[in-house]
């Protein structure tokens, strides 16, 4: 049986790339069409908890129906990402580990403590 | 060094998880905040390749500055992925490799060699 | 002074048209371009309620500076939306009005009245 | 019939409270979950085009049917766009003419004809 204390990420991004292989999918999954698959996806699990306050979702979630839709959809986010790290040939724990240590000195523990960084105004982008 | 065949997924959900906890960040990321903060990171990556055609987007990360700054954008996400993960207690591994081997049937390989799903016409949603 | 009552879509169209074309900038506006375009402002929109419950983000836009913050990526949502509509000579008024009578018919208001509709299991996507 | 140019951006917005009052929507129709509706239609409208070209995004959306399929999924951005209006009770026409004009200033016609700006390196987001 599969498990996440068992299992690497290479063991993953090979199964994604066997798929996409076996499909003659490489031409498809581009740096673009992935991040834009990637968002698509990542909206579809927000579909799950558009009308729901914030509480209500995690109430949702404890329905076992529910979290197997969850994870279906946390599946297809995943699977992307891999076939993104796949196409670029980059290493996601590295880059796990290095985001979460730069993270470290832009979000002290200590300030932080229970806050959040409120977004900047937002500059102007392309009309 | 750290690098995808060695690191299992379990190892990444624990560094993510201490990150989370060392700031109290547990009641921020909640299923539904979390749903967004994937789909508002999956954005920033979009962004590297927003006004690309599909083909300068592969050309633009041939560029190590620019694959640095899309490695940081996919990190994002699947640290985001990974704390979801975390906050509902699922197994990614179990999810991706689930996931798969569902869509194994759902695009027979013989059937869709080099061929993708047009979408749906979509279904009407909440005005 | 500019207001909703008395501003055709059309003369906001227009002046979409008129930045876009003072720039050159109809060989990036295509239609994939523009769909990504909505997409990340919409992850900008995001971003101002990432971190708050849904009743948190309700007081949050009580504050003027705020609410000129989303107002601004409101904007620049539209602005992208516009610009689509340009792009692809369509008539955005039939369009809205035309989805509404749609949902008109698949939302009958009895039966929906203060229900929402909960979204299927998801279909598998391309892993 | 309804036309861009006879139409104005209130009759819209009235059209679309219309129909959310209808339903006793308001409550569901929160900033932030407005904000994710903008978002999971923007994604639909991107996944008519999340495996073609540019190019190809380009020749779809010659055929009648898939345009009025992008009409569609452009309708339901817009509806949720001035359902958001309607509940932050703010002024459309304005808030896209003055994005505009401050655009004039941010991306003077001169520096950037058939140019655009590069994003700039991600700054860290909350992991």
Known sequence: MTTDTQTTVGI????????????????FHTPKN??????????????RFQWLTT????EAVEDPAELAAVT??????VIYCLSLS???DLDVSSAVLG???????????GEFRGR????????????
Chains 1, 2, 3, 4 share one sequence.
């Open 55 to 58: 509480g209500e979702a995690q």
């Open 12 to 27: 993953l991004r090979q199964a994604v790339a066997d798929f996409v292989d076996a499909r003659d999918w490489r031409p």
């Open 99 to 109: 985001k979460l240590q730069a993270n470290e000195h832009r979000y002290p523990a």
């Open 116 to 127: 959040f960084r409120r977004p900047e105004r937002e500059k102007a982008s392309q009309g």
């Open 34 to 47: 992935l991040s834009m698959s990637i968002a698509i996806e990542a909206a579809e699990l927000m579909e």
């Open 72 to 77: 279906d959809e946390l599946a297809d986010i």
């Open 86 to 88: 796949n196409a670029l």
